[in-house]
């Protein structure tokens, strides 16, 4: 047994268990029901390193719509569906709107100061120096640049743009197209925080390399299990100098790697800005607004790392839901054909009078869920919950987890839930449209996703532009054999199919014109 095992066994998970048993004492309501616990690690072992939504969706046709795993020092409350998540995440936002403090990827690594990890309220961790209420701040400023209809609008000419590059940059793929996917949203993540327009080349510029060793960064340390440290806040106590303690060096270096990149983009705009060359981003504006200095730094980095990584998730999975389903490819460019015609790349004023191939973003939004297990919140105080089966105690500082996969796949909201089927958003004489996805596919009450405007409009304008110009198939061997695809996920805080290879072809000679036509 390794010497962090040692000490976790015979040290730590004795007095948490202690600490936590003194805790329940005296409270009324129980905790939501879940499975057995075993004696000091609790539910340790019911959480899977691997695709552990799955995990919790059992969790919910054995438990319930909440339900509650304990381990030493810490409780995990699992929300499931729809209905308990707009009670406790939405209607008690005011309780329940802070974030899990994660010493490692937080403190430690420097992402508290980030919007996903930032405490709500001012009383919670946040960076010396920093304006109270900034997660308000912060929040204000992406609604202003990005939160509505007239802003959304304003942005739209960049997502064209980078539409067009990206068709051309995929253009007779056979093989693996999420690396050109990761480049194209990166690429417009970036030009809406920073103004930077990052070259087409076949590499990525000096900027571009360290935001997305940044991002990578983030995704990795905070994906489920990805530290004791975090799992269990009390190591975070353990000297660096001993076994075990090597956690405290890596999280200083990613924490200085993320000020220089941060750093890094700020500059870059000032020096366009200076030179009258800067195309206006969010944090262009927040210096001409003259916002607090730390606040742009943290926002703009917000934005191109998120904006980037969501929407990659979201493209990979419509590619990969239309190589899996060629008649929904063909009714979507048939409508596409019928409305638009073939002269030009559709645009959002064509979404209302293209219902089916709206339909078809909706359903890769519920089908292929970027964030499968959220981001969790955390209670601020001790409240019950009162569920159809009784009163539940939330307890202070408990993690609460939207199990986000399971309601997007719910029974109860969609039938037969597994089935990539765009029609369940289109109402008939015989059957109402089914709910929109998007209710429950950008978080929930106070921590809702600021850009999901410009995420619905983006999704929208790069799966209409690709079904318009491009036939997608499975990709075929050295002896012109298809290549089955496996469905599989990647385990992260935003996951991605494993990797897949398609064909992508121009559908004919006047859709390889609209490609590299001006």
């Known amino acids: 047994m390794s010497f962090p095992i040692q000490l976790l066994v015979f040290v730590v998970l004795p007095c948490a268990l202690l600490l936590f048993s003194r805790r329940q004492r005296g409270r009324r309501a129980p905790l939501p029901p879940g499975p057995p616990r075993l004696p000091l690690i609790g539910n340790l072992l019911d959480i899977p390193a691997k695709e552990p939504w799955l995990a919790f969706t059992e969790m919910r046709a054995k438990y319930g719509d909440v339900t509650s795993l304990t381990m030493p020092g810490r409780t995990i409350i699992l929300v499931h569906t729809a209905s308990a998540a707009t009670s406790i995440l939405i209607h008690s936002s005011a309780l329940t709107s802070e974030r899990p403090v994660l010493p490692l990827a937080g403190a430690l690594c420097g992402y508290d100061t980030q919007l996903p990890l930032s405490q709500y309220t001012a009383d919670g961790p946040r960076a010396p120096g920093a304006v109270n209420n900034r997660v308000k701040a912060e929040r204000k400023c992406f609604h202003g640049f990005l939160g509505t209809p007239g802003a959304v609008a304003a942005l739209v000419p960049r997502v064209v743009d980078e539409v067009r590059d990206f068709l051309?940059?995929?253009?007779?793929?056979?093989?693996?197209?999420?690396?050109?996917?990761?480049?194209?949203?990166?690429?417009?993540?970036?030009?809406?925080?920073?103004?930077?327009?990052?070259?087409?080349?076949?590499?990525?510029?000096?900027f571009v390399r360290e935001v997305e060793i940044g991002s990578d960064n983030f995704f990795e340390m905070t994906k489920p299990g990805a530290s004791f440290v975090d799992l269990f806040p009390i190591l975070r106590h353990w000297p660096s100098w001993l076994p075990g303690g090597d956690f405290h060096r890596v999280g200083a270096q990613i924490r200085k790697h993320l000020e220089y990149t941060r750093d890094m983009g700020i500059t870059l705009v000032k020096q366009r800005m200076a030179h009258e060359s800067n195309e206006r981003s969010l944090a262009s504006s927040m210096i001409e607004t003259k916002e607090d200095e730390f606040l742009t730094t943290v926002a703009a980095f917000a934005l191109g790392t998120g904006a980037s990584d969501t929407t990659a998730s979201q493209l990979s999975g419509f590619f990969l839901a239309m190589a899996l389903n060629p008649d929904i490819q063909r009714a979507a460019q048939a409508e596409l054909d019928a409305v638009v015609g073939r002269s030009r790349l559709p645009t959002l004023e064509d979404q209302s009078s293209l219902p089916y191939v709206d339909a078809v973003c909706k359903e890769v939004l519920r089908w292929f869920v970027s964030a499968p297990a959220g981001l969790p919140h955390r209670a601020k105080q001790d409240f019950v919950y009162e569920s159809a089966t009784g009163p539940m105690l939330i307890p202070k500082d408990a993690m609460l987890v939207p199990n986000i996969w399971n309601m997007n796949r719910d029974p109860d909201r969609y039938v037969n839930p597994d089935k990539f089927d765009p029609t369940r958003f289109i109402a008939t004489k015989d059957k109402p449209a089914e709910e929109n996805p998007a209710k429950t596919s950008f978080g929930f009450g106070r921590r809702i996703c600021p850009g999901r405007l410009l995420a619905e409009s983006s999704l929208?304008?790069?799966?209409?532009?690709?079904?318009?110009?491009?036939?997608?198939?499975?990709?075929?061997?050295?002896?012109?054999?298809?290549?089955?695809?496996?469905?599989?996920?990647?385990?992260?805080t935003v996951i991605h199919p494993t990797p897949f290879k398609c064909s992508v072809r121009a559908r004919d000679g006047s859709a390889r014109s609209l490609i590299y036509g001006a």
């Open 168 to 206: 051309r940059a995929v253009e007779g793929t056979e093989g693996d197209v999420m690396h050109h996917i990761s480049r194209a949203t990166m690429r417009f993540s970036l030009r809406i925080a920073y103004g930077h327009k990052a070259d087409t080349g076949t590499a990525p510029d000096a």
């Open 460 to 492: 929208f304008l790069f799966c209409s532009a690709v079904l318009s110009v491009f036939d997608i198939g499975k990709a075929h061997d050295s002896e012109g054999k298809e290549i089955d695809i496996a469905l599989g996920f990647t385990t992260q």
